[in-house]
């Protein structure tokens, strides 16, 4: 038999009630393809790439701690 259910807080609900006796077991099959994940939920390196394209970059910060603007842009409102 197939039911139709959804995750929440992480626990599997179904959407109808059933009445499964304690122990049964039981395969879940996800209805949608996860994006980029494996048979065995894992990802691949490509598909990693492409998810998270600047992983690995290296980060410039020349002068993080001089103002965005300079000072004398700077207005006071009296």
């Known amino acids: 038999m197939t039911y139709k259910g959804h995750v929440e807080n992480g626990a599997i ?3 109808d009630f059933v009445a499964l006796p304690d ?3 039981v395969k879940v099959e996800l209805a ?3 994006f980029g994940a494996d048979e065995d939920g894992t990802e691949d390196a490509k598909t990693e790439s492409a ?3 600047l ?3 290296a ?3 020349d002068a993080p701690l001089d103002p965005a603007v300079p000072e004398h842009e700077w207005a006071v409102n009296s």
């Open 32 to 34: 949608v393809e996860l």
């Open 13 to 15: 609900v179904l959407d």
């Open 55 to 57: 992983r690995g970059m």
């Open 51 to 53: 998810r998270f394209p």
């Open 23 to 25: 122990g049964v077991t």
């Open 59 to 61: 980060y410039r910060y």
